[in-house]
């Protein structure tokens, strides 16, 4: 399931899934609630999956608190639509191994792929029985026109700077595809995963305004819309022509629902056969006898911080930072806001990511150490005022933590670290702001002190390029150093592009920015959701069950 | 009385004018712009792509021209297009508009059903038990936030009672089933309904012992007139006087007075798409319902004061 939702107000912007020929790096921010999430894994004593020969037919009913925009995958930039569009349009060049997390052809439309010694261009070949649902052949041609609408200034596709470093991309037959770069550039095979949509049906269209951008007709994916009633449910009928095959279960319903309430009741009441769980509706959950229940670390798993604004002169000196990180006890917060489900982090990499390190320093809760290094920074207890407020030439040591209302997770962390920095001497005020307020000031106006927000990692690591290089449009808190900036582009260009190669630079990157401490790593979410005991989806991995749907059955045909 | 009215639509459109020079500033000195406010924290879309977008639609040229622009646009009928769906605004909302409709009627009929002769009976069973618990309810449900009410009547006869379904139109597959709408109906009417009912049970207790009170019914109950006559033709007609003036904002009500039911009741109206529009800056969406809102408004309230006429007699047009 996907969101957008508003309650309280927020967004979990996952990252994209190769879709409309776009090819996401990185990693996204968590702003409000989270989507339910199609994928997890059977946690001990529920395994969902069962042996037996697959049973076609059937419905599988997810919800999703946000409606989609639009299903043409060129225009799309949320969630919903990314969830409703990867049903109708899926045939991508490359599929991710869910065990190694690279991509390779097996499920792919391509039969092969090569990149030049000099990693200059990359070549695919396509394989050559794959069709649209109207019986047409998909061909290069249908990439290429993709490729030239997403390059095309008229086109609204948002994400084209994303291809700064390609050149060109040339089909000089029905079966081949030749991209040419710039430069040599690890995540482009990537950004060149293009996932097309038909040339025959749009070549005459414009693609920012026709119909078909809200009923498609033609499509590639494993199911095609069939009916839309939008801000109500959307219902996605078996595609025959699937180049993979007919998926077993004839129909996807996403049904919009309000919010996680709601659609824990619908869950227990049948109604729906997918839900992300909140940490305290999983007790509960494990009960309901018809679903089973899935909790794992995804590769691309949402994590939490407090940023600190390195531009605030307070917050320049590290010994502050690190007063403040050793103050919070981490394992405490992850009891009391996410009641166990979730492993503190202290680097900018999910611990399934292959780019993690563990080698990197880690911030244990230390109060009285946090009080000798605020004490070596200069700020002192006032005389004869134990518990009060610390001074430095005659000023207090306050700042302020800022947060997106009506998210009670960042609520309560916010509040919390009050309390934890009372402790030791450091006054934080706590500031609510209304959704877009709040995002205005931190990305900015740059107008906080300290800030709560998350991320949901991307599979590809130079995304956090954008997040960790000086003067980058994520990087928030104004983090700046010039050997990270060396190499992060460094970890792209790698020759070869070897993912082990490719991670020692990404580690050392680790072992550079935790110390420097620009955020307070808190910590990376459990995935929890829950599944009817009907459906049997695909073996748990890092990457969740939620992969090749096509492949799920109901156990009952229905 | 046509002159009445002529001069009331004349009036109109300098009020109209206002309002939409006020509603664009303030949506466009609200933080954050559309484009940002749903790509600034995706890494996969730069500044750059943020500012092609936002050129796109004329949102970095200076705030008169952009005004300008829209008030041309909508002078020839055409209230823009949404950033987000691309969708023309006007079909957008005319395709959710027979949800809206159908709900927030329902619900009014539940409110004034219910609250007016609630309120007359508690006016006239002044402090009895009943009038007592009344009241009490009155607060209750007053001091609660609508949508929590909304989620509690979700869990409690959806989940657990499994009387009504959790939300929607209509059970997928059954649109054209009369009786499975009207099923899916019942909840968020009764739920908003109740909530739009205590305002007119208020209003109509306060006002019949008001009116109760006046000379005029002393007096006709001194001629002997019956209770029933004194209250129909007396009591209630004044009475109802400031309800009446409360349907000048019912127009617009009906449009979108139930954002807040129809996102807890995954009902697809228009005050949903509105609701979120505001979050996600879709300035045409927000600017298109809050100009059909002001006019329905001053239509509703040209009707009300006509109604005056017929309900209070001492009300006369030149």
């Known amino acids: 399931m996907q969101r957008s939702e508003f309650h309280g107000k927020g967004l979990l912007l996952t990252r994209r899934l190769c879709l409309g020929a776009v090819a996401g790096t990185a990693m996204s921010a968590i702003t409000v609630a989270c989507v339910p999430q199609q994928r ?69 439309t391509a039969e092969s792929f090569q990149i030049s010694p000099d990693g200059l261009t990359l070549t695919f070949k396509l394989k050559s029985n794959i069709f649209w649902s109207d019986g047409k052949p998909i061909t290069a041609a249908d990439y290429k026109f993709t490729w030239d609408k997403m390059m095309d200034p008229k086109v609204e596709y948002p994400y084209r700077s994303l291809f700064s470093n390609f ?30 949509i038909p040339k025959h049906v749009f070549e005459n269209l414009d693609i920012n305004d026709n119909p078909l ?68 509706d999983w007790e509960e959950a494990k009960r309901i006898p018809h679903v089973n229940t899935i909790a794992y670390y995804p590769a691309s798993a949402s994590w939490t911080y407090i940023g600190f604004n390195l531009r605030n002169e307070i917050l320049k000196d590290l010994r502050v930072r690190q007063a403040l990180a050793h103050a919070i006890d981490r394992q405490t917060l992850i009891q009391r806001i996410r009641l166990g489900h979730a492993r503190p982090i202290d680097s900018i990499y999910a611990q399934a990511s292959w780019a993690y390190t563990d080698d990197v320093p880690k911030v244990t809760y230390d109060p009285e150490k946090a009080k000798r290094l605020l004490d070596e920074a200069g700020w002192r207890v006032p ?32 509040t919390i670290a009050q309390q934890y920095a009372k402790a030791i001497g450091v ?42 290089t000086t003067g980058k449009a994520q990087n928030y808190t104004g983090y700046s150093n010039p050997r990270v900036d060396e190499l992060f582009p460094k970890a792209a260009t790698v020759p070869g592009c070897r993912q082990e ?25 459990e995935s929890l959701s829950a599944l009817h005991n009907r459906i049997v989806p695909n073996k748990l991995t890092r990457l969740g069950y939620g992969y090749r749907m096509w492949e799920w059955y109901s156990k009952t045909g229905k | ?87 023309p605004v006007m079909e957008m909302i005319l395709e959710r508009l027979p949800n809206t409709l159908t709900l927030t009627v329902s619900a009014f009929l539940v409110s004034l059903l219910a609250g007016v002769p609630l309120g007359i009976f508690s006016a006239l069973h002044r402090n009895s038990p009943i009038d007592n618990v009344l009241r009490v309810v009155a607060v209750f449900v007053t001091s609660l936030p609508s949508w929590w009410i909304g989620l509690v009547c979700i869990i409690i006869f959806a989940g657990q009672l499994r009387w009504f379904p959790h939300g929607g139109v209509y059970t997928i597959g059954k649109e054209w089933d009369l009786l499975d709408r009207l099923h899916h109906l019942v909840l968020p009417a009764l739920v908003a309904g109740i909530d739009g009912s205590i305002g007119y049970l208020r209003i109509m207790r306060s006002q019949t012992l008001e009116v109760l009170r006046q000379d005029y019914v002393r007096t006709a109950y001194a001629k002997g007139l019956s209770d029933r006559l004194v209250m129909w033709r007396h009591v209630l007609r004044n009475a109802f006087l400031p309800v009446w003036t409360s349907f000048g ?57 006509i109604g005056y006429a017929w309900l209070d007699p001492r009300v006369r047009y030149d």
């Open chain 1, 213 to 280: 951008n809200q009923k498609p007709v033609v499509g590639s994916g494993p199911w095609l819309l069939q009916e839309w009633v939008k801000d109500s449910h959307a219902i996605f009928v078996a595609n025959d022509k699937f180049y993979l095959g007919r998926p077993y279960l004839d129909r996807v319903v996403t049904r919009i629902v309000a919010d996680q309430t709601v659609e824990f009741s619908m869950l227990k009441a049948g109604e729906v056969d997918q839900a992300g769980l909140r940490a305290e």
């Open chain 1, 167 to 196: 050149e060109s991309l040339d089909a000089p037959d029905d079966r081949t595809l030749i991209f040419r770069l710039k430069e040599p550039f690890c995540p482009a095979i990537d950004y060149a995963n293009l996932n097309p």
């Open chain 2, 249 to 305: 904002g019912l127009l617009a009500g009906l449009i979108g007075g139930a954002a807040f039911f129809e996102t807890v009741f995954s009902w697809p109206g228009v005050g949903r798409m509105v609701l979120e529009a505001a979050l996600k800056r879709d300035f045409p969406v927000i600017l298109a319902a809050t100009m059909i809102g002001a006019t329905l408004i001053l239509i509703g309230y040209l009707i009300v004061d």
């Open chain 1, 40 to 108: 997890g894994v059977p946690s001990a004593g529920q395994q969902p999956a069962e042996t037996g020969v697959p049973v076609r037919g059937g419905t599988l009913t997810v919800t999703s608190f946000a409606d989609a925009k639009t299903m043409q995958p060129l225009l799309s930039s949320d969630t919903a639509s990314n969830a409703y569009i990867e049903r109708h349009y899926n045939a991508p060049l490359l599929r991710r191994d869910p065990e190694t997390l690279a991509l390779d052809t097996k499920y792919g």
């Open chain 2, 1 to 87: 009385m046509r002159r009445y009215i002529l001069r009331r639509v004349l009036q109109a459109i300098p009020l109209l004018f206002v309002i939409s020079v006020i509603a664009f500033t303030l949506y466009r000195i609200a933080p954050n712009t559309p484009f940002r406010a749903e790509l600034a924290l995706n890494p996969e879309a730069t500044e750059e792509d943020i500012r092609r977008l936002e050129a796109k639609y004329g949102l970095d040229q200076p705030l008169p021209v952009q005004y300008a622009r829209w008030l041309w646009n909508v002078l020839h009928g055409d209230f823009g297009r949404s950033y987000f769906t691309k969708r």
């Open chain 1, 501 to 525: 190669d490719r991670q020692k630079i990404y580690a050392e990157i680790q072992r550079i920015i935790a110390p420097e401490l620009p955020y307070i790593f808190l910590w990376e979410n």
């Open chain 1, 383 to 414: 005389p004869g005022n134990p518990g009060g407020t610390r001074m430095k030439d005659g000023r207090p040591l306050k700042l302020r933590i800022f947060y997106n209302a009506g998210n009670k997770e960042r609520e309560q962390i916010a």
């Open chain 1, 427 to 468: 006054e934080l005020e706590v500031i609510a702001e209304e959704w877009n307020a709040y995002l205005e000031r931190i990305t900015r106006r740059f107008d906080m002190d300290l800030f709560v927000l998350g991320w949901s990692a991307g599979l590809e690591p130079h995304g956090s390029l954008n997040l960790w």
